[in-house]
């Protein structure tokens, strides 16, 4: 019966497509991106100076991409703003140093596969814990205060305290390492430009999971009804979908997301303290603002946007630049009220 | 028909009654214990606890006029309070003790936040109240950082030592005999000094928010589309209820500065005063004012007892390691924490808001 009815509309229009009005690309936000990196050229000066700083830019913002993506999801689907958000963040790094010492064998030994295999292990465990405390999160924190904006504020902050203090409690408040394996470490040489091997893991690990993402909420089932349920929940709802339930697996699946972020960005700074969750807290919360609330694309260039400012910025007058990512949010809010790649709902 | 006149007590309050009488009688306690405080207590420490609660009255009852009364989360309060007392700080190191320096300092800082917060609300409250909270989120930390890293104007981590006109320092005697067994030297002119701007400003907010346009906040938070069709300008009257806000936690941080002779990021603009304020706001009551009192007096007392009531706990529970660790003195904010979302859940109305109800209940 549909498929009858699909065929004699494909007859009656040539291309069904062209008829509806869809989505254009919207190429702006990337070229401001590109024009950005290529004005802070002159400024720094040496090209290979600006090379390395922006190498390292594109694997910071791919690192804030993966943290800052359940976030957004989380926003557009259910409209709910998780201000605890960065506690996954520390969670994941905490929890992947637990598993150190397990798998140490294979990170000190002299094979690369091995070497590799070890993080990717760490990685997925990590995930897998910060995916579990997620759910319990959504559970005590986050349904109670569903549709109240000014509680969920509040209680989301209460519960970032918690679980950073919590993180404390369990692994003590000495600082924690998170060496990489030998054969991760290191730069290759591009002519005179020096740029480290983990900075170009990170920037495939982070594009990879953007294309997953992007193709997940554009050619499954389950993206399909993620974006409807942004569009309109009540309608999905009616329509006999249970949006609640995939609310939690988004939530989950982003809180894991966060902890592979945590966990990435640990390997990044090797040392850290429970603080690694609030110091990009502001950041990701700066990206999400500026990409778009619930719009992955735009969670994606913003977070780039803003790893490349301050790296630029921090090059330059180091003093500013958390300002600096500010003054972008400005311009950017000016520019674009709603965010790069604002959603149709919104 | 004749209309009565308002009593000198009504206007006082702007009407505003406490509308219970266990909280009268809380209030008046307080009020009781922060007008005579020097004579009613001897030592520097309680002077000093005293002068606290005056300067976060003011601090948390400004964050009420937002949080209470519009609806809105700002996490720029302590931005705003921390200009206050790094202006007065700035101004008196640089320029030396005297009252036009404590003026310049005081009218710059308070200039500085009411454009600030325009500037804020003008970007991000225009789209969406849930922006606002985020950006002020980020440009609060961006500010802490700057302080934390300008060390040649505001001294850094460090923070600033100034002095104060002379007639303020402890070395200034009013004159020489006691009054009541203390002595009236410039420490305790100067909590009066802060004892009464609290006050002065208590009672304007109490005025702002029970004018008309306390009440049309009030209308807007419980419903910003209905308040907007009856032809209010919303826009308007948020940005104006911020900057005021702003205004009133920087004249706060002012009185902190007046009192202390110091500054640090520490005590002013880190996000641990933000989550102070926040706490003190949400146990005490959102929007009554009176919750602010409670609050704070309540949170200053806890604050000096938790970790000494977390240290016999974790003592106790020294057999069992894991709980004991649960109770460390260290882990304090792990309590607070929990106290703060138990009491989001449970006492949305919080204390006055509890005891408004014993008084419908029982009559009390």
Known sequence: ?346 | MKTKKPSLFTQILSGDFPRSRLLTLLLLGVLVYLAGAPFLFSGARSLNVAATICVFLVLAASYDLLLGYCGIVSFAHAMFYGIGAYGVAIALYKLGPSWSALAIGAGAAIALSAVLALLIALVSLRVKAIFYSMTTLAVASAFSALVLRLTSITGGDDGRNFRLPEVLTPGFRLFEAELWGTAINGKVLSYYLVFACSLLLFLLMLRVVNSRFGRVLEAIRENEFRAEAIGYRTLLYRLTANCLSAVLACCAGVLMAVWLRYVGPQTTVSFTVMLNILLMCVIGGLGTMYGAVLGVVIFVIAENYIQVGLQSLSHSLASVARLAKLFHPDRWLLWFGTIFVLSVYFFPSGIVGKLRELRIRFGL
């Not at chain 1, 989380?74 to 998780?82: A, E, I, P, R, S």
């Not at chain 1, 500026?290 to 330059?316: E, P």
């Open chain 1, 1 to 346: 019966m549909s498929t009858a009815s699909t065929s004699s509309s494909a007859a009656t229009l040539a291309d069904p497509l062209a008829a509806l009005p869809g989505r254009k690309t919207d190429l702006v936000p990337l070229l401001v991106i590109v024009a950005f990196g290529l004005a802070a050229m002159p400024l720094i000066g040496s090209s290979s100076t600006w090379i390395t700083l922006t190498v390292a830019a594109l694997a910071i913002g791919m690192m804030l991409f993966i943290m800052a993506s359940g976030l957004t999801l989380v926003f557009g689907l259910m409209d709910v703003m998780n201000l605890g958000h960065a506690a996954f963040v520390a969670i994941g790094a905490y929890a992947a140093t637990s598993i150190v010492a397990p798998i140490n064998p294979w990170l000190t030994s002299e094979s690369t596969v091995q070497n590799i295999a070890a993080v990717v292990v760490i990685a997925l465990v990590a995930m897998l814990v910060t995916a579990a405390v997620g759910w319990v999160f959504e559970r005590l924190f986050i349904r109670p205060a569903q549709g109240n904006h000014l509680k969920q504020i509040l209680i989301t902050i209460g519960a970032m305290i918690i679980l950073d203090q919590l993180v404390l409690v369990l692994w003590g408040a000495n600082q924690m390492l998170l060496p990489l394996p030998a054969s991760l470490r290191g730069s290759l040489l591009f002519g005179d430009v020096a740029i480290e091997r983990y900075r170009l893991i990170a920037i495939g690990v982070g594009a990879l999971v953007f294309a997953g993402l992007v193709l997940m909420l554009q050619r499954s089932r389950i993206g399909l009804m993620i974006r409807a349920g942004v569009e309109n929940r009540e309608m999905v709802e009616a329509l006999g979908h249970h949006v609640r339930r995939l609310f939690v697996a988004v939530f989950v699946a982003g809180a894991g997301l966060a902890g592979l972020g945590g966990t990435m960005w640990g390997f990044y700074r090797e040392q850290f303290t429970v603080s690694i969750g609030a110091e990009v807290l502001v950041q990701i919360l700066i990206v999400v603002i500026i990409g778009g609330l619930g719009s992955i694309t735009g969670c994606f260039a913003a977070a780039i946007l803003i790893a490349l400012s301050t790296n630029y910025v921090s090059f330059l007058a180091p003093d500013f630049a958390l300002v600096s990512n500010i003054l972008v949010m400005v311009v950017i809010l000016l520019w674009r009220p709603r965010g790069l790649y604002p959603l149709a709902a919104q």
